[in-house]
């Protein structure tokens, strides 16, 4: 029996994420492993094993295999993965998942993203919670294991996901591109070979790419696997100018997310790729169905321009909080068709409702490839405003920074506290907003503002930054 441990700091809103060894050990891998099979009631089912390239994760994932079949699951392991691979598995076996991973974070770091038979999400209020609660139990008092426990197999995935992705968007017809990727030594090594070349036996496409870091090593060692940070794009956008190449994709570590850079190396803003998929989307499915609505999401902190296409192109736009299980519960409540994050994780009914960075890659390689503008020119009708990226200040007291945001524009805007506190400017000769919102793990608040001009973007963010820190 081993003393208790607090799991509480490394079980996150929406996955499990902590130091290896100080706080991610094989002894708790296993408790959650043992936690999550009775959590989704796996005892003689499926449950679907995946991990990224990390040096810990084979450990950690043959430490909750252990786990989960002492509890009676029979362990599908399709090993080497990316994460929108285990919703792949997940939801074409409907099976429950587990993918060890840290994503973007560094080499020190793993952890485990869950999901529910059909790669349906799990958050803290929906699953994890309990989870931790269960595996805290197991790890204070002991493990007994089922009086059958489960079976263990291997499965080889890749081949079926890259063609299943190949069946949702065409890609045979466009027109030749030359196409720089940065996998950043991460998953996207392997699946972009499979799904956009022909190492997974399908067809050659009308690609050329020009690979970066497409070796898996989990210490990162030419740049840490997180496109989100402008220092980890800048050798994709000298490699782009330098071979004359149409665009760049740039993928984090575990391969669920995709930032697009121009042939002039300008990145491409995340609203804007979820915009141009949107009115894909939205196009495809108004052409299978006549009648009904069709209803597209986005978070609250995505460009204006996402709801006007949506808009525009008959569609419901659907406004949400930021977040991963969130945005993949809302899929499932209204019936989406599409879900777009300002983060560039973008969400497809197709695809189970679950997130898949390559996917919306493909969509734009198809839109771009169907006409011969630059890239540039294409998305630049999907990026007519400025916007200032998220700002973090450190804010020790949030509601007495609230307090002066209110006072301040109380006449002059408008109000909603749908995730933070959103702030409009109501003046009709004008365009702007802001959010805030506080970190859920640091003493952190999180700025966006958009604006119809430079100046005004300008003049909003640094009057909304004085009042955030006093």
């Known amino acids: 029996m081993s003393p208790a441990i607090d799991l509480s700091p490394f079980i996150k809103a929406y996955d ?8 991610l050990t094989p002894e708790v891998v296993t408790a959650l492993g043992a936690a999550f099979a009775d959590e989704v009631g796996a005892a003689g089912t499926d449950v679907v094993v995946g991990h990224d390239m990390r040096d810990s994760s084979p450990g950690f994932a043959a430490a909750f295999a252990r786990g989960a079949q002492a509890r009676g699951a029979n362990i599908v392991s399709i090993g080497l993965c990316s994460t929108d691979e285990t919703y792949f598995a997940s939801g074409h076996l409907n099976a429950p998942a587990a993918m060890f991973t840290a994503s973007h974070n560094p080499a020190t770091y793993n952890g485990i993203k869950f999901s529910r038979a059909g790669a349906q999400g799990i958050s803290f209020d929906t699953g994890l919670r309990s989870i931790r609660d269960r595996a805290t139990v197991y790890l204070e008092s002991g493990m007994d294991a089922v009086a059958t426990p489960g079976s263990y197999r291997t499965l080889d995935v890749l081949a079926d996901y890259a063609g299943y992705l190949r069946q949702l968007v065409d890609l045979s017809g466009i027109r030749p591109l030359r196409v720089v990727v940065d996998a950043g030594n991460g998953m996207g090594g392997l699946t972009v070979p499979a799904v956009l070349g022909s190492s997974a036996g399908l067809g050659a496409l009308p690609l050329q790419i020009i690979p970066l870091y497409f070796e898996l090593d989990g210490t990162f060692p030419n740049h840490e696997a997180n496109p989100l940070e402008p220092a980890n794009l800048v ?22 997310r995709c930032f697009v850079i121009d042939e002039r190396g300008a990145p491409v803003t995340p609203s804007a790729v979820a915009a141009v998929v949107a009115l894909r989307e939205i196009q495809r499915v108004r052409a299978l169905q006549r009648d009904g609505d069709i209803h597209v999401i986005h978070n609250l902190i995505t460009s204006r321009i996402v709801e006007e296409t949506i808009e525009a192109a008959g569609a419901i736009p659907v406004r949400t909080r930021v977040g991963h299980s969130l945005i993949k519960d809302e899929m499932a409540a209204t019936g989406a068709i599409f879900g777009g994050e300002h983060s560039a994780h973008y969400y497809f009914r197709d695809f189970w409702g679950a997130d898949n960075g390559m996917l919306a890659a493909m969509h734009l390689l198809a839109e771009f490839g169907s006409q011969p503008a630059p890239l540039s020119q294409l998305v630049a009708r999907f990026d007519p405003y400025f916007n200032s990226g998220e700002i973090n200040s450190v804010v020790t007291d949030v509601p007495a920074a609230y307090a002066r945001i209110v006072e301040e524009f109380a006449s002059i805007a408008e109000f909603d506290e749908l995730d933070g506190l959103t702030v409009t400017g109501n003046a009709t000769e004008t365009f702007w907003w802001f959010n805030v919102r506080p970190s859920n793990t640091e003493p952190l608040m999180r700025l966006n503002v958009e ?19 006093g």
């Open 451 to 469: 604006a119809g001009s430079a100046a005004e973007l300008e003049r909003v963010r640094d009057s909304v930054l004085a009042l955030i820190r």
């Open 235 to 256: 050798d994709l956008q000298k490699a782009v100018v330098a071979h004359g190449a149409d665009l760049g994709l740039a993928f984090d570590g575990d391969a669920d």
């Open 16 to 23: 499990v994420r902590g130091l290896v060894g100080s706080q």
